[in-house]
């Protein structure tokens, strides 16, 4: 594990002088706030606390779920930026405030009740981090079907959604994959970027309902099971192969894989889950567990790269709120002990 910006914790003491408002009491040790996570929503966490002269460390375990995509799309005044580019200027952006930046991953957290309440952040390396607050920005894994070729080109002419990479191949032969129920309304919504659209029923049945939208759109449906993706020797996919031997043309494909979200440390910590089994939260992020947030695709499956980091933003600030309320009791406990023992 590599830690960053060893004077981090120092500038934000410095940057405190000796007003013990700000901070929260900077004397106090550890940080206020530990993030685990650095996409998005983390960072853009990390941004808005570090601005509102907080103490806070992000950890980061640099796997972020988009790293096979070339460019993201739809966030406005970065379409077509590499998602490591954002990344990394996020990463620099949250140092320059005095965020600290520590690459590692977390093996456990531990919550303390009481007068000292709070968490104990246990990392891999065997150190301990002492947090008020935690954010939980983990993200979620794509767990893909058993399809000859999918993993290999994930990212690529292998995709998801529509809304990020639908321009791309507008107007080309594509398919749809249907293995997941998602499947169907990819296929309805793709039409919008081109007139050749295939359904690929694979292992499943087609209601008679779902062959009416399909007709209804001018995608053809194609039964039979997948063996694999065919690509030719210049690296690009030429088609779709099936298990009688066939093979339908298609320049890209779309394939819903299911969603695993990462929240075993949220759920080890007691966080209620919805009824779609994702941790969750109210508007701002708040979990069932006091002093846990959690932002981005942990718990919003659909959630782009700017949604995550507009929810990275409403957790901070929500959560900075929920610390303000404690060290403003704090501050009237102690000014009232001052005043009792002036007398």
Not at 173 to 194: K, N, Y
Not at 234 to 263: Q, W
Not at 267 to 274: A, F, I, V, Y
Request: glycine share 10%.
């Amino acid at each position: 594990m590599t830690q960053h910006s060893n004077n981090a914790s120092s500038n934000i003491s410095n940057n405190a002088g000796d007003d013990s408002y700000l901070n929260g009491g900077s004397e106090r040790p550890g940080h206020d706030v530990v993030i685990i996570g650095g996409g998005a929503a983390g960072l853009n966490a990390a941004l808005v606390l570090a601005r509102a002269r907080r103490r806070v460390a992000l950890l980061d375990s640099g796997e972020p779920r988009n790293a096979p995509a070339a460019h993201m799309h739809g966030f406005l005044s970065r379409d077509g930026m590499p998602p490591s580019d954002l990344r990394a200027a996020g990463r620099a952006e949250i140092e320059r405030y005095g965020a600290e930046l520590i690459d590692g991953r977390v093996e456990s957290i531990e919550r303390f009740v009481g007068i000292e309440r709070g968490f104990a952040v246990r990392l891999a390396d065997g150190r301990t981090l002492r947090a008020r607050r935690i954010v939980m920005a983990t993200g979620l894994r794509d767990e893909l079907p058993a399809i000859s070729g999918v993993r290999e080109r994930w990212g690529k002419d292998v995709l998801h959604c529509p809304y990020c990479h639908g321009y791309e191949v507008a107007d080309q032969p594509i398919g749809v994959i249907a293995v997941q129920p998602l499947a169907l309304h990819q296929a309805l919504l793709l039409r919008q970027w081109s007139h050749d659209v295939v359904y690929f029923a694979h292992t499943g049945d087609v209601s008679a309902d779902a062959r009416r939208q399909l007709a209804a759109r001018g995608i053809r449906i194609v039964g039979g099971q997948v063996s694999g993706l065919v690509v030719g020797d210049d690296d690009r996919m030429e088609g779709v192969g099936m298990a009688d031997g066939s093979v339908v043309p298609r320049a890209a494909v779309f394939v819903p894989p299911r969603f695993i979200p990462n929240d075993a440390l949220l759920t080890s910590l007691g966080c209620e889950k919805d009824a779609a089994d994702f941790v969750a939260t109210d508007a701002s992020g708040r979990t069932s567990v006091p002093g846990v947030w959690a932002a981005g695709n942990v718990v919003d499956p659909r959630a782009q790269v700017i949604t995550a980091a507009g929810q990275g933003s409403a957790a901070a600030i929500a959560l900075n709120a929920d610390l303000l309320e404690e060290d403003v009791d704090r501050d009237v406990n102690n000014h009232r002990r001052a005043l009792s023992v002036a007398r």
